[in-house]
């Protein structure tokens, strides 16, 4: 092993370890050392310098193009490899010493197999690569429930995006102190071939091994590996709850401030609900939304008051770029305008990006996400349909306040959503918790390009947590009611469908900044401040309750898809069951008591 000349931290032999006071961190590295026997170590502390000198190791060996300093200060373009685009929930991986406790919907593998199968493409895996060692912590420091990590990788570009996405370097080590509390995180790109593509998750072990994929969601392994599979199952350990949730601040005009957490599938506007720009009505009127979180929550009960509460546990924004644009998401475009990687859009020639909606116009020339000359005549995207922005949540203009407070906020209200362009009215409230979780459990949404694999079908996802889930789903629903009981004043449930379209197949609800009107409604309702009317679904606004006031919306249409249709419900049951069938015997008591109900009512 070399001194690295170019020198980040200087990084010679195992030396590097002797800089890490934590003796378990420092075993755990020496044994991943003697497996993935990089040429060398860089232990990275979490700075400024360092992240400069990253980005301009990445740029001299083709990771990163610097793009115009004017336009867009500080940001860089990565091209992925084009096999490597999206989350492979194939390759991914519960490990877990019997299948049972991976459940009927994650793919399984016995722990011991699951480390010799990776051992063998780890090993030796860095030979002639620089191994970055990440430190890391999920969750504003000195929170309660905020958790270390620690992450090896050869990839420079997952090095500078765990800096953006996660508090990383040595303020992780200082909070980790002596502990052996801390995520094992293993991972390498290796050759990138998707035949050898394996996404581990131990969750008994508290560790994660990738190997073979250099994708956000496969490779930043804080994001969904720990802060949703592996806590996923440590909240249902412990009691409390990891969820593929925004987390938005709602100020009234009266200045009461609401939390609301939304759970929607991936690529289905977590991001621009998060970051919702209200209309100018609502804006006069003193409506304001604030970001907390944009894609997880880590949601517990405040034992002084029997209250939910929640945290983001990321520091950044891995957001997903074609439609976003200054109409739709202003607030995106402000965060991306600086200290941004750009993953996989197209690049003009004077260094600016560009993707599918984010001009009406086309640009004339550009070179498309694999670097290949693009013109409007191409047949193809100039962007992958699943390319991404990386930013730093302080870059949010509307970061709320709290977003690194670590006693986190109040939940006012609880929300799931699905991409339903029928079936599903715009908005519903769950009659109780237990409604609500039966909701949540049997959200149905369309496939979008986050995942690869086929785009616009439905498929059961529920709580949006489908892929997330990182054991047993029948004691996921479990850990549901059962956090039920530990609240004494638990936050209504709610579900929208921003994506309803009518007979004619167009969309009915402008969605967007106009979500608003909807969530004025949610508030209302929590605060017991506005009316319901009963449906089999739940509690339903009457068409007066919700304002579409200077919307072009015809109000019999809108009345229109509010209506439940109890055909489609009925198949909407059946196709619930072909989730429930899978869980069994192992189906919690309450669901099928719900679900029984739900029959005898159609
Ligand atoms: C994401 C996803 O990237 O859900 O957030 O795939
Ligand atoms: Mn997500």
């Known amino acids: 092993m070399k001194t690295d000349v170019s020198s980040l931290t200087e990084s010679t032999d195992h030396k590097i370890l002797l800089r890490i006071d934590n003796q378990h961190v420092r075993q755990w590295l020496a044994d991943v050392i003697k497996l993935c026997q990089p040429d060398k170590i860089v232990l990275c502390d979490g700075s400024e310098r360092e992240k400069d000198q990253l980005l301009a190791r990445g740029v001299e060996d083709g990771t990163f193009i610097r793009l115009n300093a004017k336009k867009l200060p500080g940001c860089y373009l990565h091209r992925s490899n084009p096999n490597d685009v999206a989350r492979m929930e194939q390759c991914t991986y519960i490990c877990t010493p019997t299948k049972t406790m991976a459940g009927p919907t994650n793919n399984w593998m016995e722990s011991r197999e699951g480390y010799q199968k990776l051992s063998a493409l780890f090993n030796g895996c860095m030979r002639g690569r620089t191994m970055y060692?990440?430190?890391?912590?999920?969750?504003?420091?000195?929170?309660?429930?905020?958790?270390?990590?620690?992450?090896?990788?050869?990839?420079?570009y997952v090095a500078v995006s765990m800096g953006i996405m996660t508090r990383m370097g040595r303020v992780a080590l200082e909070a980790l102190?002596?502990?052996?509390?801390?995520?094992?995180?293993?991972?390498?790109?290796?050759?990138?071939?998707?035949?050898?593509?394996?996404?581990?998750?131990?969750?008994?072990?508290?560790?994660?091994?990738?190997?073979?994929?250099?994708?956000?969601?496969?490779?930043?392994?804080?994001?969904?590996?720990?802060?949703?599979?592996?806590?996923?199952?440590?909240?249902?350990?412990?009691?409390?709850?990891?969820?593929?949730?925004l987390i938005s601040g709602v100020r009234e005009p009266s200045g009461r401030k609401n939390y609301i957490a939304a759970a929607f599938p991936s690529a289905c506007g977590k991001t621009?609900?998060?970051?919702?720009?209200?209309?100018?009505?609502?804006?006069?009127?003193?409506?304001?939304?604030?970001?907390?979180?944009?894609?997880i929550a880590w949601l517990w009960v405040d034992e002084k008051t029997g209250k939910l509460r929640a945290i983001n546990p990321e520091a950044g924004y891995f957001g997903v770029l074609p439609g976003t644009n200054w109409q739709t998401n202003a607030n995106a475009m402000h965060t991306m305008a600086h200290d941004t990687l750009y993953t996989n859009v197209a690049l003009l020639p004077d260094g600016d990006v560009w993707w599918e909606?984010?001009?009406?116009?086309?640009?004339?020339?550009?070179?498309?996400?694999?670097?290949?000359?693009?013109?409007?005549?191409?047949?193809?995207?100039?962007?992958?349909?699943?390319?991404?922005?990386?930013?730093?949540?302080?870059?949010?203009?509307?970061l709320d306040p709290a977003a690194n407070d670590p006693d986190g906020v109040p939940v006012t209200a609880i929300v799931f959503g699905g991409r339903?362009?029928?079936?599903?009215?715009?908005?519903?409230?769950?009659?109780?918790?237990?409604?609500?979780?039966?909701?949540?459990?049997?959200?149905?949404?369309?496939?979008?390009?986050?995942?690869?694999?086929?785009?616009?079908v439905v498929r059961r996802d529920p709580m949006?947590?489908?892929?997330?889930?990182?054991?047993?789903?029948?004691?996921?629903?479990?850990?549901?009611?059962?956090?039920?009981?530990?609240?004494?004043?638990?936050?209504?449930?709610?579900?929208?469908?921003?994506?309803?379209?009518?007979?004619?197949?167009?969309?009915?609800?402008?969605?967007?900044?106009?979500?608003?009107?909807?969530?004025?409604?949610?508030?209302?309702?929590?605060?017991?401040?506005?009316?319901?009317?009963?449906?089999?679904?739940?509690?339903?606004?009457?068409?007066?309750?919700?304002?579409?006031?200077?919307?072009?919306?015809?109000?019999?249409e809108f009345a229109a898809v509010q209506q439940v249709d109890k055909e489609l419900l009925r198949a909407e049951l059946l196709a619930a069951d072909e989730l429930f069938l899978k869980l069994g015997g192992d189906l919690p008591k309450e669901m099928i008591f719900l679900r029984e109900l739900m029959v005898s009512q159609l």
């Not at 912590?137 to 990839?155: C, E, N, R, Y």
């Not at 720990?226 to 440590?234: N, Q, V």
């Not at 029928?422 to 519903?428: A, E, G, K, S």
């Open 357 to 398: 909606g984010k001009t009406d116009t086309l640009p004339a020339h550009a070179l498309d996400w694999t670097g290949k000359p693009w013109t409007p005549d191409s047949p193809h995207k100039a962007a992958h349909p699943n390319s991404r922005f990386t930013a730093p949540m302080a870059n949010n203009p509307v």
């Open 177 to 245: 102190g002596d502990s052996n509390e801390f995520t094992r995180c293993l991972h390498s790109v290796a050759e990138c071939n998707p035949d050898k593509r394996y996404i581990c998750h131990f969750p008994l072990d508290n560790t994660v091994w990738s190997v073979g994929s250099g994708y956000g969601g496969n490779a930043l392994l804080g994001k969904k590996c720990l802060a949703l599979r592996i806590a996923s199952y440590l909240g249902y350990q412990q009691g409390w709850m990891a969820e593929h949730m």
């Open 464 to 556: 949006a947590m489908l892929p997330f889930i990182g054991y047993n789903i029948a004691d996921y629903f479990t850990h549901w009611f059962r956090m039920h009981r530990r609240m004494t004043d638990c936050p209504p449930i709610f579900h929208v469908n921003w994506f309803r379209k009518n007979q004619h197949g167009v969309y009915v609800w402008p969605g967007y900044g106009e979500n608003i009107r909807i969530v004025e409604w949610i508030i209302k309702r929590a605060h017991g401040e506005a009316y319901g009317i009963e449906s089999l679904l739940g509690w339903m606004p009457r068409l007066g309750d919700i304002n579409l006031e200077g919307l072009k919306i015809n109000p019999a």
């Open 272 to 295: 621009n609900f998060a970051m919702l720009i209200p209309p100018e009505s609502y804006k006069l009127a003193g409506w304001q939304i604030t970001t907390i979180g944009d894609d």
């Open 420 to 456: 339903r362009t029928t079936t599903i009215p715009v908005v519903y409230q769950a009659f109780n918790w237990s409604y609500g979780v039966y909701a949540g459990a049997t959200l149905g949404s369309e496939t979008t390009a986050a995942a690869a694999g086929k785009v616009g």
């Open 133 to 156: 060692v990440l430190p890391f912590v999920m969750g504003p420091i000195g929170a309660p429930l905020a958790k270390v990590g620690v992450q090896v990788t050869d990839s420079i």
